[in-house]
């Protein structure tokens, strides 16, 4: 699969990011980069840092040292809505859906941000007003129809099984068709089917859009199978990266995940 | 029952979005609106133009413009009082200053300024939320009212501290002043609200709707998206507010006349504005009509029937309706925080389905 796909040059380059909450170093000098096309993972145990690397990454946590780069631009802090509208979107571990609102709307303010018709058209609807939604309906229509959610286009998320809602949620961040996506552990708590469903979309993102894909993922098995590369994340250090087989066979990612005695005084 | 939608197929996205999407729908509300604009004007009368269907409108009004705020995008406002208030005396210092202005205009300018205000006031609501955001607006509503019963020049310095609004006339008919005929008053404020809860209901579903809601729902997750917070909360604060002032132009000049700041914007009339929201529904647009026409009847049939029928006393009356209006409140909030509109919802999708149960 990788083999078709044409992975290109560095689209986001993590360099020396340090992030500490008072005494918690929840990230210390970590250094990776992502290429073009590519599905690249962010594993290790709980608490490692990994939700944080990401948060790092779309502005909503500002790392004391070092900094990113993406497409090019060089920063440190960048505010969540300023990277969404440079083309990051993402998921988060604990669903972050509008509850209130239905699927399709949920979907609908993914491509918020690519509106800019102002309040005078949109309060008499009909002209431009009209046009946008509608052009913006159907490239969301697309998403749903591309995430088989057709069914609950007009239901409200909060109603909807947690499977679901999972996949509304890629929906929305879809929906902004994003040059980068981050999936905070996308297949959290899914069975066996959804987790091959939501296998299959992941892929078919970063095959048929050329999506380049960040994830954070527990479960090895699925990891090892979607990911060209893999970053290995422990109390905040990184411990490896390199293709699926370079890390399974990395010793201090075995004894990471075996368990053996940490010596993390510096 | 005829309250179907089989055979009724959407064949594009514009029908389906399209306001009343269901031909029934579309059906009763038109009947609403010709009785309303083509009958009700000619049986009009003093009492049903001032004890209910004026008020109703003005309120209808306020209430559309709180529910922006407080349904749409989850900002608690208790300075809705402060807000008219601001309408008011906008209208009234335009109005005595620019006599020649066409008094639309001198309306929809009030709004105007009452938006930029309530963007002011707004600008907490970027650092702090829920309860102590209440707050905050609580201040606005009590120091507006200070500041137009303090300041001579928003009075014209009258020695009554009084305003009283000019007769003015709309195509030949006198819609101010105590020379108005009630049917010109109506229509006046007929037509404000039916355009206004069009741009309304075509605000709220498009883009910067969504923006509300998303801010509402999960403000994170909303800035993670790209909403920018203070865009969408202070757009929330300035359209609410233009809504509310427009209502305060119109509660002083076509209904009242007359206003004094402490008695006609005090706190009761935030909390009867925010009554009406809870009550006829938190993010609906039909639920600010449902409330307002619940708040603006209810006192009066209780009056009727139980001063008029039983006999009791009016003080008794009263405080049987506010008692009833506070159990009201608290049922709703408790067992159907989408109010009087979700119930209307839930009886349309009973009535689709009849004779099934489910
Ligand atoms: N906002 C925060 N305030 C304080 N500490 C935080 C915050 N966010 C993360 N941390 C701490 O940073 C460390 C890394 O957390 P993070 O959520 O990034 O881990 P994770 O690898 O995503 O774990 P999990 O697999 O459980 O999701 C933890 O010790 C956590 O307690
Ligand atoms: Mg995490």
């Given at each position: 699969m990788s083999l078709k796909r044409n992975i290109g040059d560095t689209i986001l380059a993590v360099d020396q990011i340090s992030l500490s909450f008072g005494g918690v170093k929840a990230l210390s000098n970590i250094s990776f980069s992502v290429n073009e096309h590519e599905v690249f993972a962010i594993i290790g145990p709980n608490g490692a840092g990994k939700s944080s690397m990401l948060n790092c990454i779309n502005g909503f946590y500002h790392p004391q040292e070092g900094t990113i780069t993406f497409k090019g631009n060089t920063r440190r802090h960048v505010s969540p809505s300023e990277a969404a509208r440079e083309g990051i979107a993402r998921t988060f571990q604990n669903i972050a859906l509008f509850k209130g609102m239905t699927t399709l709307d949920n979907i609908m303010t993914g491509r918020n941000t690519?509106?800019?018709?102002?309040?005078?058209?949109?309060?008499?609807?009909?002209?431009?007003?009209?046009?946008?939604?509608?052009?913006?309906?159907?490239?969301?229509?697309?998403?749903?129809?591309?995430?088989?959610?057709?069914?609950?286009?007009?239901?409200?998320?909060?109603?909807?099984?947690?499977?679901?809602?999972?996949?509304?949620?890629?929906?929305?961040?879809?929906?902004?068709?994003?040059?980068?996506?981050?999936?905070?552990?996308?297949?959290?708590?899914?069975?066996?089917?959804?987790?091959?469903?939501?296998?299959?979309?992941?892929?078919?993102v970063n095959d048929e859009f050329g999506t380049t894909i960040v994830l954070i993922e527990h479960d090895m098995g699925v990891v090892m199978d979607i990911s060209d590369r893999v970053v290995v994340l422990d109390y905040g250090k990184k411990l490896a990266d390199g293709t699926p087989d370079e890390v399974r066979n990395n010793q201090a990612v075995i004894d990471a995940y075996l368990g053996v005695a940490h010596d993390d005084e510096e | 029952m005829f309250y179907r939608e089989a055979g009724q197929f959407k064949t594009s996205y514009k029908a389906d979005q399209a306001i009343f999407s269901i031909t029934q729908d579309r059906f009763i509300v038109g009947l609403f609106l010709v009785v309303a604009f083509g009958v009700v004007p000619f049986l009009i009368n003093d009492y049903w133009a001032n004890a209910i269907l004026i008020q109703f409108l003005v309120y209808a009004m306020a209430a559309l413009g709180l529910n922006i705020l407080t349904g749409y995008c989850g900002?608690?406002?208790?300075?809705?009082?402060?807000?008219?208030?601001?309408?008011?005396?906008?209208?009234?210092?335009?109005?005595?200053?620019?006599?020649?202005?066409?008094?639309?205009?001198?309306?929809?300018?009030?709004?105007?300024?009452?938006?930029?205000?309530?963007?002011?006031?707004?600008?907490?609501?970027?650092?702090?939320?829920?309860?102590?955001?209440?707050?905050?607006?609580?201040?606005?509503?009590?120091?507006?009212?200070?500041?137009?019963?303090?300041?001579?020049?928003?009075?014209?310095?009258?020695?009554?501290?009084?305003?009283?609004?000019?007769?003015?006339?709309?195509?030949?008919?006198?819609?101010?002043?105590?020379?108005?005929?009630?049917?010109?008053?109506?229509?006046?404020?007929?037509?404000?609200?039916?355009?206004?809860?069009?741009?309304?209901?075509?605000?709220?579903?498009?883009?910067?709707?969504?923006?509300?809601?998303?801010?509402?729902?999960?403000?994170?997750?909303?800035?993670?998206?790209?909403?920018?917070?203070?865009?969408?909360?202070?757009?929330?604060?300035?359209?609410?507010?233009?809504?509310?002032?427009?209502?305060?132009?119109?509660?002083?000049?076509?209904?009242?006349g007359t206003a004094e700041p402490t008695e006609a914007f005090d706190i009761n009339q935030s909390f009867f504005v925010l009554f009406i929201v809870i009550i006829g529904g938190l993010g609906s647009i039909l639920g600010s009509f449902l409330g307002a026409a619940f708040m603006v009847l209810a006192p009066i049939g209780i009056k009727n029937l139980m001063v008029g029928v039983l006999g009791f006393d009016v003080s008794v009356a009263k405080h049987v309706e506010l008692m009833m209006i506070g159990t009201l409140i608290i049922l709703f909030l408790i067992v159907e925080p989408h109010g009087m509109a979700r119930l209307w919802q839930i009886l349309k999708e009973k009535l689709r389905r009849w004779p099934f149960p489910y």
């Open positions: 690519k509106m800019n018709k102002g309040i005078f058209w949109q309060a008499l609807r009909f002209g431009p007003a009209e046009k946008e939604e509608i052009e913006h309906r159907a490239v969301v229509e697309k998403v749903i129809d591309f995430l088989e959610i057709e069914a609950i286009r007009k239901t409200a998320v909060g109603t909807l099984p947690y499977g679901l809602q999972k996949r509304v949620e890629l929906g929305r961040a879809l929906a902004a068709e994003p040059d980068l996506l981050l999936l905070d552990e996308p297949m959290a708590g899914m069975n066996i089917e959804e987790k091959q469903d939501m296998c299959r979309f992941i892929l078919d | 900002q608690v406002s208790l300075g809705t009082g402060g807000f008219m208030a601001v309408g008011a005396y906008a209208s009234y210092k335009l109005v005595t200053s620019f006599p020649e202005l066409n008094f639309i205009l001198i309306i929809l300018l009030s709004g105007g300024i009452t938006a930029a205000v309530g963007m002011v006031f707004g600008l907490p609501s970027l650092r702090i939320k829920g309860f102590y955001l209440a707050v905050a607006t609580l201040a606005a509503q009590f120091f507006l009212v200070w500041l137009f019963n303090k300041v001579g020049w928003f009075f014209n310095y009258s020695p009554t501290g009084m305003i009283v609004s000019p007769p003015r006339e709309m195509f030949g008919y006198l819609i101010t002043g105590a020379e108005a005929q009630p049917g010109a008053r109506y229509l006046f404020c007929l037509s404000f609200v039916t355009i206004f809860a069009l741009a309304a209901k075509n605000i709220t579903r498009g883009r910067i709707g969504r923006s509300w809601m998303a801010i509402r729902d999960m403000d994170i997750a909303a800035e993670l998206i790209g909403i920018r917070p203070l865009e969408a909360k202070l757009s929330a604060f300035a359209v609410s507010s233009f809504y509310i002032g427009i209502a305060g132009a119109l509660y002083f000049n076509v209904w009242l």
